[in-house]
């Protein structure tokens, strides 16, 4: 390929802030970038980060959001920052912000993607291939509402994309967009490209038969307060056969929540266990849901197989730009499967980050890994 064409990717896990920044510029600099999208530790100096990225990349289009891990060519870490840059000879890519997500009007979310996708085309010049990408404060509890409007303002622009996250303190997470973070927020970016893509959602779990329903819920804050007219933790942890002190992140991720809507399965991952005896989820919930209880089975496995179905439908890839759910990280976490699943990621060029939440085609999902396949690589990657 030629190298003025390439995708260029990076990861650091320098401590310092000024020194990741500096790390990953020196990864994915190229003569002409079209735009720089980066996933970094909220650990991290964020007014550090942003300063070195204005300073490194002045004069480039920079998206990027805090995470709940990172994954790029160092592999599948904590405390790290990752991302990549799109060469402006083979992309073409625009960006917008929305703020003040709690006043969130789904008319003006619909009229910035539409007018987003009239500026891309703009900017296409013949680049055929198209996806959209949002980042989206992973505490806002907006996720459903912004990515079913900004979907449909988009029409055929096919979107992902995730929830930014804060290494599970679930205290502020933070969006990056005209050289700032901003809290409450979320950013689209489009982009067109020669390179052949594939938009594409996995996950890895099976249904067991016992019944849940939400008999108390405060759908706003995504709080269920009863499950089978009983306290949620208690029933939760008497059902996946723990004690309610056992209920942790890596507890919720072994066993999370499945929602069936028209026949496909839909994650619907807890966040947390409130000292109220609720629980907190990390996507929509209301009364009368019905639920089951899933596991995880085979994620190794599954990770695999979606990558070669990619490489299968677009050739061989240059870039995955993965976005995947905390709870997956968790699961790979607790079964010590976290190296090995660095490998496999590495391997097939992806890039991203641990998420509180998943997008995918204006679905905002749990327990999935979302993402777009971009191909155009060598024929001996992967």
Same mark, same amino acid.
């Given at each position: 390929m030629?190298?003025?064409f390439r +995708?260029?990717? %990076? ?9 990741a920044?500096? /790390? ?6 190229q ?7 980066f996933?970094?530790?909220?650990s991290? &100096?964020? &007014?550090v ?5 204005n300073r490194?990349?002045? =004069?480039?289009?920079?998206?990027g959001c805090?995470s709940a =891990?990172e994954? %790029?060519p160092?592999g ?7 991302g ?5 000879g083979?992309?073409? #890519?625009v ?12 008319a003006? =979310? ?10 891309? /085309?703009?900017? #296409?010049h013949g680049l055929?291939?198209?996806f959209?990408?949002?980042?989206i404060?992973?505490l806002?509890?907006r996720e ?6 900004v979907?449909a303002?988009?029409?055929l622009i ?6 930014a ?8 997470t933070w969006?990056?967009? &005209?050289g700032?973070f901003?809290?409450?927020a979320?950013? $689209?970016?489009?982009?067109?490209t020669?390179?052949?893509l ?10 067991g ?6 008999t /108390?819920?405060?759908?706003a804050?995504r709080?269920v307060?009863? +499950?089978?007219?009983?306290p #949620?933790v208690?029933?939760?942890a008497?059902?996946i056969?723990t004690?309610?002190e056992? $209920?942790d992140?890596?507890a919720?991720?072994?066993a999370?929540v499945?929602?069936v809507?028209?026949?496909t ?7 947390? #266990? ?7 989820f990390?996507s929509?919930?209301d009364?009368g849901?019905?639920l089951?209880?899933a ?5 190794? =496995? ?5 990558? &070669? %179905? ?7 890839l240059?870039l995955?730009?993965s ?7 968790l699961?790979?976490?607790n079964?010590q499967?976290?190296?090995?699943i ?6 097939n060029?992806a ?7 998943e ?7 749990n ?5 777009v396949?971009?191909?155009g690589?060598?024929?001996?990657n992967?």
């Open positions: 030629n190298d003025s +995708i260029r990717t %990076g990861q650091s896990c320098a401590t310092d802030a000024a020194a920044v500096r /790390e990953f510029h020196a990864a994915v600099s003569p002409d970038i079209s735009l720089v999208v996933f970094c530790s909220s991290f &100096d964020l &007014d980060v942003a300063a070195e990225m490194l990349f002045a =004069g480039i289009a920079v998206v805090t =891990g994954i %790029g160092a599948y870490r904590d405390h790290s920052l990752a990549f840059s799109l060469p402006a083979a992309c073409a #890519a960006t917008a912000r929305l703020d003040k997500l709690q006043e969130f009007d789904s003006d =979310g619909h009229t910035l993607a539409h007018d987003l996708a009239e500026r891309l /085309e703009d900017a #296409a055929d291939h198209r959209g990408f949002l980042l404060d992973g806002s509890v459903e509402a912004v990515a079913q409007t979907q303002g988009l029409g096919p979107m992902f994309g995730g929830s996250g804060d290494d599970l303190h679930f205290a502020r969006i990056f967009h &005209d700032a901003h809290g409450d979320a950013v $689209l970016a489009l982009v067109a020669r390179f052949p594939k938009i594409f959602k996995t996950q890895h779990f099976v249904c038969e016992e019944r849940l329903v939400v /108390e819920a405060a759908p804050t709080t307060y009863e +499950i089978n007219g009983l #949620a208690e029933e939760y008497r059902l056969g004690h309610v056992g $209920l992140p890596a919720f991720a072994a999370p499945v929602v809507i028209d026949g399965d839909y994650v619907r991952s807890i966040q947390k #266990a409130n000292p109220d005896g609720s629980l907190t990390y929509a919930i009364e849901l019905v089951r209880i596991r995880g089975v085979g994620l190794i =496995g599954n990770l695999k197989q979606a990558f &070669d %179905g990619l490489r299968d439908e677009i050739g061989p240059q995955v730009i976005c995947d759910c905390i709870l997956r990280n699961e790979a976490t079964n499967l976290k190296s090995e660095g490998d496999v990621f590495r391997a060029h890039v991203g980050f641990s998420t509180y939440g997008q995918y085609q204006g679905v905002h999902v327990q999935t890994l979302t993402g396949a971009i191909g690589g060598d024929s001996g992967g």
